[in-house]
């Protein structure tokens, strides 16, 4: 039922989404509701908190707002690059599940904002392969990474994305890889005149070379909630990577070198927790979109539709009973 309101084109999905949405931030978070600030926020998630910590439910409203962005723009990122139906808005409403999951994923954090960032970024890498010359394109994919690393500075693993897609789609002008370096740049050159005109570069620099010098910081202890509802989400999710392996022969040329990318991106999500230490909850954010994206190809792609209904509903219990116990 619910599969064939997304597939329908139906103006319904507009009032289900907004219906679960409400519903799932409305449920009691046990516990903060927004990530404290930590060594490696790059300074200007600080100021964020340092605003909003006073008032939980603002904080909350800020974090729902962020993650309406992201399920709207990965909507319109699938759509317009023909990985999704037309008109359907399954991927969104598959976005605020994944982010309704825990309470820690739902709320405002670094990584967080840091992620809507990076989705920008893979918007613009996944138009790139049609494109003659991807100029704009990779300036900007490196330019939104480093944005996103100035408000949580381990999202400069990320960096590896844009550079990985140019082997991915072939791409051997040097051009690109240059203004890649410039787009760069140009992001780090806005993030030095902030903290020099907020006397603090000499912070940052410390930050940094702390970060460099010691570069692994894993670790994770999640409750029983967080365990059931990550091994369901897991086995749905390498369900959905075997079903892309068995047919993505089916498939044309860039769409199989853009579904490369998203499953590279997945990979630097994982990675990423190396980096993570006590933010590892919050890191969840980062791999929101990797996955969404993975498993709404394979709910939409199945020829036994009452499979894929069948997958949607688990998701769907699994996230109510993870926020209620």
């Known amino acids: 039922m619910l599969l064939k309101i997304f597939r329908s084109q139906s103006p319904i999905q507009f009032i289900l989404i907004f219906i679960v949405g409400l519903l799932l931030w409305t449920l009691p978070d046990r516990g903060a509701s927004m990530q404290p600030s930590s060594n490696f926020d790059s300074g200007i998630y600080k100021y964020f908190s340092e605003l909003f910590t006073a008032s939980s439910s603002l904080s909350r409203t800020i974090a729902f707002i962020i993650i ?19 008109n ?49 394109e990779s300036f900007n994919a490196s330019f939104f990474i480093t944005i996103a690393s100035f408000f949580y500075f381990p999202a400069v693993i990320f960096i590896l994305l844009p550079w990985i897609s140019f082997f991915i789609y072939r791409i051997v002008s040097w051009r690109e890889w240059v203004i890649s370096f410039i787009g760069m740049a140009s992001a780090l050159m806005l993030f030095a005149f902030f903290y020099f005109w907020n006397n603090r570069l000499l912070d940052v620099c410390t930050m940094i070379t702390h970060f460099f010098g010691n570069p692994i910081r894993f670790q994770i202890h999640l409750s029983t909630a967080e365990i059931i509802i990550w091994s369901i ?16 022969n089916e498939k044309i040329i860039a769409i199989r070198r853009k579904y490369l990318v ?25 791999l929101a979109s990797p996955i969404v994206i993975i498993i709404n190809n394979a709910l939409v792609s199945r020829k036994k539709q009452g499979r894929s209904e069948m997958i949607l509903w688990v998701l769907i219990v699994a996230v109510i009973i993870s926020r209620t116990i």
């Open 68 to 86: 309406l962005f992201q399920a709207t723009l990965l909507n319109y990122l699938l759509i317009k690059n023909n990985l999704a139906p037309k």
């Open 88 to 136: 359907s808005l399954l991927p969104s409403f598959l976005l605020i599940l994944f982010y309704s999951s825990t309470t820690s994923v739902f709320q405002l954090s670094a990584p967080l904002i840091a992620s809507f960032f990076i989705l920008l970024a893979v918007a613009e890498l996944a138009s790139m392969y049609e494109l003659k010359y991807a100029f704009t």
């Open 233 to 248: 989400v897991g086995l749905i999710f390498l369900s959905a990577i075997f079903n892309l392996m068995n047919h993505v």
């Open 262 to 286: 998203f499953i590279v991106l997945f990979i630097i999500s994982v990675l990423s927790f190396l980096y993570a230490d006590s933010n590892y909850r919050f890191h969840l954010a980062f």
